[in-house]
């Protein structure tokens, strides 16, 4: 080692030297140019001063004075004498890792180490850091910490943001996201922070320094996302226009409703583009989307015309979007004509959802009044189909699944969907007992898959074990778990084998069927419960012993975790205590998740002391667990840890807390905590807090969170948001009072789902059917009669037997004076109701859903009568139709009748609080007539 460097090293331990100090340089105004700063000759001469406790002094002095000497000591870093530049190279050195004359000393060991910044961010020196990137500016290093800086700001910005707060840091964090940023989520993070300090925000001021470095085209997308954020969209457009690809423009446009130009600017293409090509049938559904939406109907029957016939050889995902846009425009007979030929089982899926069941048997090809005859036969040809298929596995541009297979899995949904569930049965019964192997999958895989898109989700337990299973396979237990309440694939296998070591002498079926049973709250004949219960909660608290006792290597997997589904198990089972002693035992563990709902069990008993100190011990453990972060390497992923996550949750319930001791100053200071943290540029932690306040009744701060994401989702290319789900989440809080807003917004996220594979046929009905009667109850809100029809044709042609609006908006309607339009609606449903009952006698669910509409409107009572008799012969055992029944009897004036069959639905369903209202609803009508 140098002597320099043995200088340096013990330079830590070496004091102030007094300013009296012979040996000390100056700081004299003769040392530094006019600007104040101290000139390259003198850091050389300072640096190279006689004595060596002067050169020591020196370099300390620089290294102080960083404002007065950076320049300089860059340039002496560079120059010809060695001593001199190897000074001045570790001033440089110190400054790039942020270290600092004042730099806490218990820091330094540590900023030393791997990855600094993080570091110096988790103590909240954003100074240092601040002085790191100016000092690397120009350098090699330069662009590594902007990246390291920009990582940690994603994945840590709630706690960072808190700590400036506390601090009174703002600014600094401010300066840190101006000059690190580098995508436009942390852009819009920095504009959020900027309003929140009330700045004044104007068009030229919205892009952070650090977009110096970006390409125009991310310069150019990040400033139009701003705009929109700020509503500033006209100006985001006249950006927008100057793009030379289109995309922007039209997202702008959409945003704006602005569709008139969109179908304009897309016709114009579209007749320009190749037939039959897919950019052609893509700028037809633009053109269909935007004519529709801004009312040009000789541009909307065009683009219906040209999307409706199909090209010679047309490429399969083209068609694909053709029938997606006509069918979710209101246009099935060419949207079904189109799918019938490309795929049999999507086109029965749609015809489902669309009340053509005759039309999807026909279009699979199996008869209706066949299928008690055939369905074995079919079944057998459709895993014949497939043995022979698979014998091919290896040939190029194989497909796992045969078309025969397709439409027989089909064929069960169809089934059921009329209520045939003996003959659905059998053949998912079949299906399961053969060994068939699809691309390695067995057939039962797919069979339980399907019955997840039907109303019969409770024979996935009995299938997945049909046959000769000895053992669930992975997907059969995730289904099975997914059909149950409060169950996941961890929680079951605990309890299974929990199960197996009470229950040996039991096989491995009926040890499956009790796990079941306990999991829907059931008690298994021949298994006691009791000590069933007692049995896993001694294991797992054996196992957490276990765990504590020994050292977890980095990366290693819990042996055993929290699981919030096995305390609802005891708690269903009538085991309070074991359930508050698993959750105590994993809280007192340091399990945040555990510690969070224990938080939230004591605030919603009222245990507000109790609910405090656990949300305080879990800030306290995300403060100190930024340390154990850095030194794993966990920072820089951009993702939020757990740890934040649950402090942030934490805050919510310190938030409630104080709003119910009344502490205004408290309320007022961590709303303010919340919104700085909401401004993270991590959208999937903005998501994750938005649901966590939904689900905690937080609905305007939720609302106001999924609104600000709404745009990124729209704008941000390559950003983790999925419109569809923003949306879905904000119109949840927004229809019930804005409908429109909703239906605007929807409609968007659902235009966007035409050219995805991801989502099943029958959505391209199911969605366009929500926004519809969004629009309708905006209209009638608005006494909008035109809107009103036009909503009105659009829900059925979707649906002629569409019942969800008709309960309550029709009556709506009424009060609105749209008396005669509702009464021929509710005719026209009725009617088709009556049909479809004549053809599909044993579909219950549609009989009853029918009649009970027209048990709600007060008209066609006799038919609802004819309608809630057959769904109750049908299915006796059901307190829902029973209750239908019941009702009709009550408006048709057979109020004793009525009572009878209400009394006894309540012995069959006593919990159900609608029961005791209709008895009760009931029985002052006959106390009124007796009077």
């Known amino acids: 080692m140098s002597a320099l460097m043995i200088g340096v090293a013990c330079f830590w331990s070496v004091g102030d030297v007094s300013g009296q100090n012979a040996d000390a340089p100056g700081r004299q105004d003769s040392s530094k140019g006019d600007s104040g700063e101290i000139g390259l000759l003198n850091v050389v001469e300072l640096l190279s001063g006689e004595r060596y406790s002067a050169r020591q002094q020196a370099m300390r002095e620089v290294w102080r004075n960083r404002e007065g000497t950076q320049d300089a000591v860059r340039r002496a870093a560079q120059g010809s004498d060695p001593e001199v530049a190897e000074r001045a190279q570790w001033v440089l050195d110190q400054w790039q890792r942020g270290i600092l004359h004042d730099t806490p000393q218990e820091l330094l060991q540590r900023v030393d180490a791997a990855n600094p910044m993080a570091h110096l961010m988790d103590q909240g020196l954003f100074d240092a850091v601040l002085v790191a990137l100016e000092a690397a500016d120009g350098t090699l290093a330069s662009a590594v910490t902007r990246q390291q800086i920009s990582e940690l700001l994603s994945a840590r910005f709630p706690f960072y943001v808190r700590t400036a707060l506390e601090n009174q840091q703002v600014s600094k964090l401010l300066m840190l996201l101006d000059v690190a940023a580098d995508s436009k989520e942390l852009a819009l993070c920095r504009v959020q922070l900027l309003q929140l300090q009330g700045i004044d925000l104007k068009n030229e001021n919205l892009l952070p320094k650090a977009a110096e470095n970006w390409s125009q085209e991310k310069r150019d997308e990040t400033h139009i996302l701003l705009l929109v954020h700020l509503g500033m969209v006209d100006q985001a457009i006249g950006l927008a226009r100057k793009q030379v690809d289109s995309g922007l423009l039209n997202q702008c446009l959409m945003l704006a409703s602005q569709w008139s130009e969109l179908a304009k600017d897309a016709v114009a293409k579209a007749r320009e583009a190749e037939t039959g090509s897919y950019d052609s049938v893509q700028l037809w559904s633009r053109v269909l989307v935007s004519a529709e939406r801004s009312g040009i109907e000789p541009l909307r029957v065009e683009a219906i015309n040209e999307l409706s016939v199909v090209a010679v050889d047309e490429a399969a995902k083209t068609r694909d979007l053709r029938w997606k846009s006509l069918a979710s425009h209101g246009q099935l007979d060419a949207a079904l004509a189109i799918a019938d030929q490309l795929s049999p089982d999507s086109s029965a899926a749609v015809s489902i959802a669309a009340s053509r069941p005759a039309r999807a048997f026909k279009v699979l090809g199996y008869p209706l009044e066949l299928v008690d005859i055939k369905s074995e036969v079919w079944a057998d040809q459709a895993l014949k189909a497939q043995a022979d298929n698979f014998k091919n596995r290896f040939t190029p541009g194989f497909k796992p699944l045969t078309p025969e297979f397709r439409r027989l899995l089909a064929l069960v949904r169809c089934l059921l969907s009329i209520g045939r569930d003996d003959v659905a049965w059998s053949i998912a019964d079949r299906l399961c007992r053969s060994k068939g192997v699809l691309d390695s999958v067995p057939v039962r895989a797919y069979v339980l898959s399907t019955l997840t898109m039907t109303n019969r989700r409770e024979w996935i337990e009995s299938l997945a074990l049909t046959g000769d299973v000895e053992e669930l396979s992975p997907n059969s237990k995730y289904l099975i778990a997914k059909s149950l309440n409060n169950c996941d694939v961890r929680a079951f296998d605990r309890l299974l084998k929990s199960v197996g070591t009470v229950k040996q002498d039991a096989d491995?079926?009926?040890?499956?069927?009790?796990?079941?049973?306990?999991?829907?709250?059931?008690?298994?004949?021949?298994?006691?419960?009791?000590?069933?219960?007692?049995?896993?909660?001694?294991?797992?608290?054996?196992?957490?012993?276990?765990?504590?006792?020994?050292?977890?290597?980095?990366?290693?997997?819990?042996?055993?975790?929290?699981?919030?589904?096995?305390?609802?198990?005891?708690?269903?089972?009538?085991?309070?205590?074991?359930?508050?002693?698993?959750?105590q035992a994993f809280a007192n563990h340091g399990d945040v998740n555990a510690m969070l709902d224990l938080g939230e069990w004591e605030l919603t008993g009222g245990r507000i002391q109790k609910a405090a100190e656990w949300f305080d011990a879990i800030q306290q453990l995300s403060r100190r667990s930024s340390f154990i972060a850095a030194n794993r390497g966990m920072q820089g992923s951009g993702v939020v840890s757990e740890v934040d996550l649950a402090a942030i949750k934490a805050l919510v319930g310190q938030w409630v807390i104080a709003r119910r001791l009344e502490d205004k100053q408290l309320v007022a200071s961590l709303r303010k905590e919340l919104e700085h943290v909401l401004c993270s540029p991590s959208t999937s932690f903005r998501m994750a807090v938005a649901d966590y306040l939904r689900e905690r009744g937080e609905f305007q701060l939720a609302k106001q969170v999924y609104k600000v994401l709404l745009p990124v989702a729209v704008l941000a290319g390559g950003s983790d948001l999925d419109l569809y789900e923003v949306s879905r989440k904000y119109v949840q809080l927004t229809q019930e009072k804005h409908p429109l807003e909703a239906a605007r917004w929807f409609d968007l996220a659902v235009g966007r789902i035409l050219q995805s594979t991801h989502y099943r046929p029958s959505a391209y009905i199911t969605l366009p059917l929500l926004i519809q009667h969004w629009r309708l109850d905006g209209a009638i809100r608005a006494s909008e009669g035109g809107a009103v029809e036009k909503s009105l044709k659009r829900l059925l042609e979707l649906d002629p037997m569409d019942i969800s609006f008709a309960e309550n908006l029709l009556p709506e309607m009424r009060k609105s004076g749209m008396e005669e339009l509702a009464d021929s609606t509710l005719d026209g449903i009725i009617d088709a109701g009556l049909a479809y009952a004549d053809r599909f006698s044993l579909d219950a669910m549609t009989c009853n859903n029918v009649a009970w509409v027209a048990a709600k409107n007060g008209r066609r009572l006799e038919d609802a009568l004819s309608l809630a008799n057959r769904a109750v012969t049908v299915k006796p055992d059901s307190a829902i139709y029973r209750d239908t029944l019941a009702e009709v009897l009550f408006l048709l004036g057979r109020t004793t009748e009525a009572l009878q069959i209400e009394q006894a639905c309540l012995l069959d369903d006593p919990d159900q609080w609608h029961l005791h209202e209709q008895i009760q609803k009931y029985r002052q009508a006959l106390d009124k007539d007796d009077s």
Not at 518 to 541: C, H, K, N, Q, W
């Open 508 to 583: 491995y079926r009926e040890q499956v069927s009790i796990v079941c049973q306990m999991f829907r709250g059931d008690t298994p004949p021949d298994y006691d419960v009791e000590s069933g219960l007692a049995f896993l909660y001694d294991e797992i608290m054996q196992r957490l012993q276990e765990q504590r006792l020994q050292e977890q290597r980095r990366g290693q997997t819990r042996a055993v975790s929290f699981n919030l589904n096995i305390a609802k198990l005891f708690a269903i089972h009538g085991e309070p205590v074991f359930a508050s002693r698993y959750v």
